[in-house]
């Protein structure tokens, strides 16, 4: 999940194993969602996106789930590499009258060869 | 990183000088954003642009001004740096809605003495 202070939450996974990464959005109003991948001293990087109006999308390698019930959105990577290791954050798009972007403070993902 | 552009990479300033970050890009891209991400916080936006000379606010604009000329530049500018505005900047480009799939450039790590 996201973290609250400076250390980021941290999974780490073998690699070979599917991973999955959490996210809790706050606004019911979000109808738009982003994951990003960001490595070390590099600009964030699009993963894949979602709407609202659906709860799973694939990508290469890559699955979003979205739960509006339980406003969660997790990113599930299958066969993690260890060039998968990164920060990884959602960011979910409120549109309450306009629209704003919001960015979650990231999970560190770790692949051990 | 989708065409776009950040001048300089790293910048040491001193307090109470002006420092202006250039973000341009090749991409023909509509909007345009400019991003600050500090330990702890997630990305958090300053200015962004709709369009040639259409800017606004973002949520962390105090101590920023921003100008868009021409399609492919947008220039952030700290008319006098303080120490809080020590971070890294990113700026990011979309195409089609608003706040939806940013591609963001490398960065800017500015230091403020």
């Known amino acids: 999940g996201e973290s609250v202070g400076l250390h980021l939450p941290t999974l780490s996974v073998q690699e070979g194993d599917n991973s999955i990464i959490n996210c809790a959005y706050s606004n019911s109003a979000s109808d738009y969602f982003i994951w990003y991948k960001q490595e070390s001293g590099k600009g964030p990087q699009f993963i894949i996106d979602?709407?609202?109006?659906?709860d799973k999308r694939q990508g290469q390698r890559v699955t979003v789930l979205l739960n509006k019930t339980v406003k969660h959105l997790s990113l599930q990577i299958a066969a993690t590499q260890p060039g998968d290791s990164a920060v990884y954050f959602c960011a979910e798009n409120r549109r309450s009258g306009y629209s704003t972007l919001t960015f979650g403070k990231g999970t560190m993902l770790l692949v051990s060869p | 990183d989708a065409g776009i552009t950040q001048s300089p990479r790293h910048k040491v300033t001193e307090t109470g000088t002006p420092v202006t970050l250039r973000c341009h890009q090749t991409?023909?891209?509509?909007?345009m954003y400019w991003y600050r991400q500090d330990p702890g916080h997630g990305l958090r936006l300053i200015h962004y642009?709709?369009?040639?000379?259409?800017?606004d606010k973002g949520e962390v604009s105090d101590g920023y001004s921003v100008s868009r000329s021409k399609t492919e530049d947008f220039l952030l500018t700290l008319e006098s740096a303080t120490s809080s505005q020590t971070s890294v900047y990113f700026c990011?480009?979309?195409?089609?809605?608003?706040?939806?799939?940013?591609?963001f450039g490398s960065g800017t790590q500015l230091s403020v003495l």
């Open positions: 990011a480009i979309s195409e089609g809605q608003p706040n939806e799939k940013l591609f």
């Open positions: 642009s709709y369009g040639v000379k259409d800017t």
């Open positions: 991409e023909n891209h509509r909007y």
């Open positions: 979602i709407r609202s109006n659906m």
